[in-house]
């Protein structure tokens, strides 16, 4: 791979080189030798050699040199949606303090048109406030959920009943990590989605799974003393399923999913969020008249043990110990259920779940190896890949593996078994 002239999606395959560091790689260009990368921030003496450990990188001297005398296309007198600061945004068109704040709270932005995702823009004041605007290309951004950082490090869903975090917008060179996440929900049939930051990256998957549908909640969040306003929103795609046209017999199951996410705060903050989660999920069964299934499903940011003393003993965790949901071994992700609405005089559930590991499937390195080495500097390199791999997954997809649940109903007279739907 030749430095000077990789391409961002190019870069993100060495490894240990996720969206920030092919950015700050492109930003150091022009490089005269291999060597010069140590140059780059974020790049020490230990990544460095396990991006050129097997001599996947070189330096062509044409194309150095053509790029040392080449000149910047970037045009200076817009301004840029990404580096502007809230003063500068305010010499756009129809741009006023609040709006300001809010195309900054937006960042980072791909193209000009991801305003129209902003609160308070519409057709007419975009049309006004592009002209002045400009995105610059060719770069990939940096996640703009600093949170992300805090947890990649230390925990974090996606779903059938599961997690995917659409926080990070992906640009038009990086269309193949989109179209991972639509194979991923493609086999499904109901996805809930949570961290949702980015509609137009819902528009986007919807063209890709032709016909899904999703739903989409307004932007909720709250703002912790000390902490950056977090605002999110909460999704479901599904695809309209197929209707018996003759009676199978069978009972009909309704399921009522609550899509949750709780905030990584203090433990004793999430206990109580999950309480009031709790009281809603008691306060919606009641009043169902035991006709849906109350169903708890998302991001806990709490393991199987810690939740269970505030969702209540009825409630089952459908994944376990020693089971993790993400890259970095953590069980934060779950789907509670109560035990007895699958347990009827006439009718029985099987229920069957899992974790899909997406690291694993498209960052094999993640999931490291238990061979050991006599020497400890053998297995610095290898340990090191794994890491990085699992840093490129939370960056690129997500640092979250969706979690699953598949039902089967059967009747007990018969032993006829029928499958009912699968998530």
Same mark, same amino acid.
């Given at each position: 791979?030749?430095?000077?002239?990789?391409?961002?999606?190019?870069?993100?395959?060495?490894?240990?080189?996720?969206?920030?560091?092919?950015?700050?790689?492109?930003?150091?260009?022009?490089?005269?030798?291999?060597?010069?990368?140590?140059?780059?921030?974020?790049?020490?003496?230990?990544?460095?050699?396990?991006?050129?450990?097997?001599?996947?990188?070189?330096?062509?001297?044409?194309?150095?040199?053509?790029?040392?005398?080449?000149?910047?296309?970037?045009?200076?007198?817009?301004?840029?949606?990404?580096?502007?600061?809230?003063?500068?945004?305010?010499?756009?068109?129809?741009?006023?303090?609040?709006?300001?704040?809010?195309?900054?709270?937006?960042?980072?932005?791909?193209?000009?048109?991801?305003?129209?995702?902003?609160?308070?823009?519409?057709?007419?004041?975009?049309?006004?406030?592009?002209?002045?605007?400009?995105?610059?290309?060719?770069?990939?951004?940096?996640?703009?959920?600093?949170?992300?950082?805090?947890?990649?490090?230390?925990?974090?869903?996606?779903?059938?009943?599961?997690?995917?975090?659409?926080?990070?917008?992906?640009?038009?060179?990086?269309?193949?990590?989109?179209?991972?996440?639509?194979?991923?929900?493609?086999?499904?049939?109901?996805?809930?989605?949570?961290?949702?930051? &980015?509609? =137009?990256? *819902?528009? %986007?998957?919807?063209?890709?799974?032709? !016909?899904? $549908? @999703?739903? /989409?909640?307004?932007? +909720?969040?709250?703002?912790?003393?000390?902490?950056?306003?977090?605002?999110?929103?909460?999704?479901?795609?599904?695809?309209?399923?197929?209707?018996?046209?003759?009676?199978?017999?069978?009972?009909?199951?309704?399921?009522?999913?609550?899509?949750?996410?709780?905030?990584?705060?203090?433990?004793?903050?999430?206990?109580?969020?999950?309480?009031?989660?709790?009281?809603?999920?008691?306060?919606?069964?009641?009043?169902?008249?035991?006709?849906?299934?109350?169903?708890?499903?998302?991001?806990?940011?709490?393991?199987?043990?810690?939740?269970?003393?505030?969702?209540?003993?009825?409630?089952?965790?459908?994944?376990?110990?020693?089971?993790?949901?993400?890259?970095?071994?953590?069980?934060? &992700?779950? =789907?509670? *259920?109560? %035990?007895?609405?699958?347990?009827?005089? !006439?009718? $029985? @559930?099987? /229920?069957?779940?899992? +974790?899909?590991?997406?690291?694993?499937?498209?960052?094999?390195?993640?999931?490291?190896?238990?061979?050991?080495?006599?020497?400890?500097?053998?297995?610095?390199?290898?340990?090191?890949?794994?890491?990085?791999?699992?840093?490129?997954?939370?960056?690129?997809?997500?640092?979250?593996?969706?979690?699953?649940?598949?039902?089967?109903?059967?009747?007990?007279?018969?032993?006829?078994?029928?499958?009912?739907?699968?998530?």
């Amino acid at each position: 791979m030749e430095l000077n002239s990789a391409t961002p999606r190019e870069l993100q395959r060495l490894p240990g080189v996720g969206c920030v560091i092919a950015r700050l790689i492109i930003e150091a260009r022009p490089f005269v030798s291999v060597e010069d990368l140590l140059r780059v921030k974020g790049i020490g003496p230990v990544k460095f050699a396990a991006i050129t450990e097997l001599n996947q990188v070189y330096v062509d001297e044409k194309s150095s040199k053509s790029t040392l005398t080449s000149k910047p296309t970037v045009n200076s007198s817009k301004i840029d949606l990404n580096a502007a600061s809230k003063r500068q945004l305010l010499q756009l068109k129809g741009v006023g303090p609040v709006l300001a704040q809010r195309i900054v709270e937006a960042r980072p932005f791909h193209r000009k048109e991801d305003l129209l995702a902003v609160q308070g823009i519409g057709t007419k004041s975009y049309v006004k406030i592009q002209v002045g605007a400009h995105v610059k290309t060719g770069l990939n951004s940096i996640d703009k959920d600093e949170n992300r950082n805090e947890n990649i490090g230390s925990n974090e869903e996606q779903t059938s009943e599961q997690n995917f975090h659409i926080c990070r917008e992906i640009e038009s060179d990086e269309t193949f990590l989109l179209q991972r996440i639509a194979d991923v929900l493609e086999e499904f049939d109901l996805v809930a989605l949570q961290e949702v930051r &980015d509609l =137009i990256v *819902l528009k %986007r998957l919807k063209t890709m799974l032709p !016909g899904w $549908n @999703y739903v /989409v909640s307004e932007p +909720v969040g709250r703002k912790s003393p000390g902490t950056k306003k977090r605002a999110e929103r909460y999704a479901f795609f599904y695809r309209p399923t197929f209707r018996a046209t003759e009676g199978s017999g069978l009972s009909d199951l309704e399921l009522l999913l609550m899509n949750v996410h709780v905030s990584f705060a203090e433990k004793e903050s999430r206990h109580a969020e999950i309480e009031e989660i709790n009281r809603l999920a008691k306060e919606v069964s009641e009043t169902t008249l035991n006709k849906r299934k109350v169903v708890v499903l998302g991001d806990f940011n709490l393991s199987p043990q810690d939740v269970l003393g505030s969702l209540g003993s009825r409630k089952m965790a459908l994944i376990r110990s020693p089971l993790s949901t993400t890259v970095f071994g953590k069980l934060y &992700d779950n =789907i509670w *259920l109560d %035990r007895s609405d699958f347990s009827d005089e !006439g009718n $029985n @559930y099987l /229920v069957n779940s899992g +974790v899909l590991r997406v690291d694993w499937r498209y960052y094999p390195l993640s999931k490291g190896s238990r061979l050991s080495a006599q020497n400890p500097m053998d297995a610095m390199l290898p340990r090191l890949q794994t890491y990085m791999s699992r840093v490129q997954c939370g960056y690129e997809l997500s640092d979250h593996c969706p979690v699953w649940v598949a039902l089967q109903q059967y009747e007990n007279r018969t032993s006829r078994m029928e499958p009912l739907t699968q998530r």
